[in-house]
């Protein structure tokens, strides 16, 4: 976050400095206004006397007031338009350091927390940077130039007796600040949490409706909400603290005033004029003063909020190595695994043990095995989505570790197993937001994928926008828009993660039939639970338990009578019955 902020002012600081020499004129010809009403106060005692210069102060309070207003619209402007800007560079650095951090560390984090970071946590600084610069800097202004106009222009020791009881409030509100920052902190828990909460409540919608469970999230809810409300009550109750001590000063410094003052009236030590503008510079301080407590909440609240920021920027990122134009070529080659073992981090138990494998370019490699065997761990692995030792997998001869991340990703083309697809056009989700690619080539690779004509159906065609995770389209339909990225994509190494789940047998068929005339020259990678989908494939692994335990071609395995066989006979006996 320091960094962020470095950032920010290095390429606003000149805003900033504008604004502040905005907001001190502003705070000088504010004591105007009380200086000319104590000279006009004065001067009415010989009104045909000084008629003149009585309507020289009225013309001055006039130019005085015009002149504030066109001071006030520039600075407001400037207070809000850098603390926006502060907003925007945050914003674009945690998303930045979102999508290059490691998956074990996004894994740790909920997606309530993370959208806290986003929305609460940005607003909170955001706010907090406000209150500093624009009331912050207005409380300096005012007890540096009020105090230098009371004291000259009035009186100096009235001034600080006058001054004291603002001065030891300033005091009290310090101490309270401990308690305010202590609840809010508790109240942003409680946010976090209900977040949490609602975040999972929308992506398990289907699930509760499906299951009755309405009444049970709604119980829940209440009782989360209820907490948080108790904790927003324990903030408000401490900021009604601070806000009393507040009325209570002000109280005082008039009640000084005008004892004091009067006394001094009386004994010609100053005029009336002097009184009724010394009770008008009290009247600066009242909002300055009143902004302390809020200004010192605030920027408590920011500062909570500028530590989750910073422990979430913390956070480790993947290692991104410079990228030689050479390296930018397409990745190609066989690929080795070598004896390698993996566990997850802060976890002992192994999920991939003693894997070697060789897929020679050109070559399918089926993968099959029971749900967590450590299919999906593989492919995260070839990845990079999590480390391996030195020496375990290599593409084209060239250990993994040693080739950038960028390359690796933009040469493997990785069909995942849950389809994922964003709220846009079909157009945009096939080809992932990426330019250069024609409308041609893309109605091509639907037509590869067999969904050409159900989009051709569509009012919009490939310019049909989807609803969120493409809702709005059946499993199957969903799973060949993502397989059609794999037909539009020219990478050398295309992975296909059980995506073929949701096809009848008929669509499936030819779609693997066009995959293998694609993949014909390519790396590929299919991962199934469906013998159907791999029995093709020029080798087929059996993983159970993170363990290789059969391989070898479709009939070699079905021979072997082993798992394999297993699985073979058990999806044989369901697609007769």
Not at 458 to 476: C, F
Request: aromatic share 10%; charged share 25%.
């Amino acid at each position: 976050m320091k960094k962020i902020f470095i950032q920010f002012l290095k390429k606003h600081y000149l805003y900033l400095i504008i604004q502040t020499i905005f907001i001190f004129l502003n705070i000088y010809l504010a004591t105007y206004p009380a200086k000319i009403i104590g000279e006009l106060v004065d001067l009415l005692y010989n009104i045909s006397a000084n008629q003149q210069v009585i309507i020289q102060n009225i013309i001055y309070l006039l130019a005085v007031s015009v002149g504030l207003l066109l001071i006030r619209l520039p600075w407001r402007f400037l207070v809000t338009y850098n603390s926006r800007a502060l907003e925007k560079q945050m914003k674009d650095e945690l998303f930045k350091h979102f999508l290059k951090m490691k998956m074990n560390e996004i894994q740790n984090i909920k997606n309530g927390e993370i959208m806290s970071y986003f929305t609460k946590d940005t607003k909170e600084i955001r706010a907090s940077f406000y209150r500093i610069e624009s009331y912050g800097t207005r409380i300096i202004a005012t007890f540096l130039i009020g105090a230098i106009a009371m004291a000259q222009g009035v009186n100096l020791k009235l001034t600080v007796i006058t001054v004291l009881p603002m001065l030891i409030t300033s005091y009290l509100i310090v101490k309270i600040k401990k308690y305010v920052e202590s609840s809010f902190k508790i109240s942003q828990e409680y946010f976090t949490e209900l977040s949490e909460y609602v975040q999972e409540s929308t992506d398990a919608i289907r699930t509760t409706k499906a299951y009755s469970q309405e009444g049970n999230q709604l119980k829940e809810f209440i009782r989360k909400n209820k907490k948080l409300k108790s904790a927003n009550n324990a903030v408000d109750v401490h900021s009604t603290l601070l806000t009393t001590c507040i009325n209570i000063c002000f109280g005082l410094c008039y009640a000084i005033s005008i004892l004091y003052g009067s006394k001094l009236v009386l004994e010609n030590t100053i005029t009336i004029g002097d009184f009724v503008a010394f009770n008008g510079y009290i009247g600066l301080f009242i909002g300055p003063v009143s902004w302390l407590p809020s200004t010192i909440s605030r920027f408590k609240r920011g500062q909570i909020s500028y530590e989750r920021l910073d422990k979430f920027l913390a956070l480790e990122k993947e290692k991104y190595l410079p990228v030689s134009k050479k390296e930018e070529q397409n990745l190609k080659g066989t690929i080795q695994i070598k004896y390698l073992n993996f566990h997850y981090p802060n976890c002992l138990e192994e999920v991939l043990s003693d894997i070697c494998i060789t897929i020679e370019q050109g070559k399918t490699l089926g993968i099959i095995g029971t749900v967590g065997s450590g299919k999906t761990t593989l492919v995260n692995l070839l990845l990079r989505l999590y480390t391996v030792l030195d020496g375990t997998i290599y593409i084209g001869e060239k250990d993994i570790n040693q080739i950038p991340i960028e390359t690796i990703r933009k040469n493997i083309c990785y069909i995942t197993q849950d389809s994922f697809l964003f709220s846009n056009t079909i157009e945009k989700n096939i080809s992932l937001f990426k330019k250069g690619y024609t409308e041609k080539e893309i109605m091509k690779s639907t037509k590869e994928a067999m969904i050409y004509e159900e989009i051709q159906e569509m009012k919009e065609g490939i310019y049909t926008v989807i609803g969120e995770r493409g809702v709005d389209l059946s499993g199957g339909q969903k799973q060949r828009v993502a397989v059609s990225r794999a037909f539009l994509n020219n990478a050398d190494i295309v992975i296909f993660d059980d995506t073929f789940s949701a096809l009848d047998n008929k669509t499936e068929e030819k779609l693997l039939e066009n995959i293998k005339n694609m993949t014909k020259e390519k790396t590929c990678i299919i991962i199934s639970s469906r013998i159907s989908d791999i029995k093709e494939a020029d080798e087929i692994i059996v993983l159970d338990d993170g363990k290789i335990v059969e391989r070898g071609k479709h009939e070699e395995l079905i021979m072997q009578e082993g798992q394999y066989y297993g699985f073979y006979e058990q999806q044989i006996s369901k697609t007769l019955v």
